[in-house]
């Protein structure tokens, strides 16, 4: 059975920075996701298992930066310039379908985290 574990999450004022980190307990392509209140689960950006490939969602292009450390089975997510609308619960997925590459598709990954709140105000 795989396990997802997020950290990082908080509390940080517009402009700042957050760096979210996922345990997990295979090597495979992961995905960040989040879903703010009352709207759908959007994909932010996604590592394959080597590490190359990364993608970004359109709204994270420039500010968000994500890797990997495959000796600690874990994928970070660095946000930087945040701002409010970036507020919302993000999630880890993880998935083998893919052999060096990964897809901003929720339906894609068969694993999930049970999430982490990011929350930007002032």
């Known amino acids: 059975q795989v396990q997802l574990v997020e950290s990082g999450g908080g509390l940080v004022q517009p402009g700042g920075s957050l760096r979210l980190s996922c345990a997990a307990s295979g090597l495979m392509s992961v995905g960040w996701f989040r879903q703010a209140p009352g709207k759908e689960r959007e994909g932010v950006s996604c590592i394959s298992r080597s590490g190359g490939s990364p993608n970004y969602g359109d709204s994270v292009k420039g500010r968000f930066t994500i890797s990997r450390d495959n000796s600690k089975n874990t994928v970070y997510l660095q946000m930087d310039s945040l701002k409010p609308e970036d507020t919302a619960v993000y999630y880890c997925?993880?998935?083998?379908?893919?052999?060096?590459?990964?897809?901003?598709?929720?339906?894609?990954?068969?694993?999930w985290g049970q999430g982490t709140q990011v929350t930007v105000s002032s």
């Open positions: 997925a993880a998935t083998a379908i893919f052999a060096n590459r990964c897809t901003l598709r929720r339906g894609d990954y068969v694993y």
